[in-house]
């Protein structure tokens, strides 16, 4: 069972940035899953905005291309994602995701606040 625990959202300024940490635990195969965030806003289903496999390849939303990056260090079991330039329809509950597609394995941390506003 995978433990994810992120922290480092709260408010941020129109065109200020953010960094997001999850934290993994639980595994010692976390380095091989793939890791994501997702985001969801208020009445709006949710959306995958970063992820990271396992080798690096990454993968993002067209609205956060540029803008934002997301990384991952293996020594320490943790996801990032620096979000620069943030808009004010970056506000949403930001989510980590693990995931291993061969066995079917997908985990979920509990979400943290991202609030983009004046």
């Known amino acids: 069972q995978v433990q994810l625990v992120e922290t480092g959202g709260g408010l941020v300024q129109p065109g200020g940035s953010l960094r997001l940490s999850c934290a993994a635990s639980?595994?010692?195969?976390?380095?091989?899953?793939?890791m994501g965030w997702y985001r969801q806003a208020p009445g709006k289903q949710r959306e995958l905005v970063a992820d990271i496999a396992k080798g690096g390849s990454t993968n993002y939303a067209d609205s956060v291309k540029g803008r934002f990056t997301i990384s991952r260090d293996n020594a320490v079991n943790t996801v990032y994602l620096q979000m620069n330039s943030v808009k004010a329809e970056d506000t949403a509950v930001y989510f980590c995701?693990?995931?291993?597609?061969?066995?079917?394995?997908?985990?979920w941390g509990k979400g943290i606040l991202v609030t983009v506003s004046s």
């Open positions: 639980g595994s010692p195969f976390i380095s091989i899953y793939t």
């Open positions: 995701n693990a995931k291993w597609v061969p066995l079917a394995l997908d985990y």
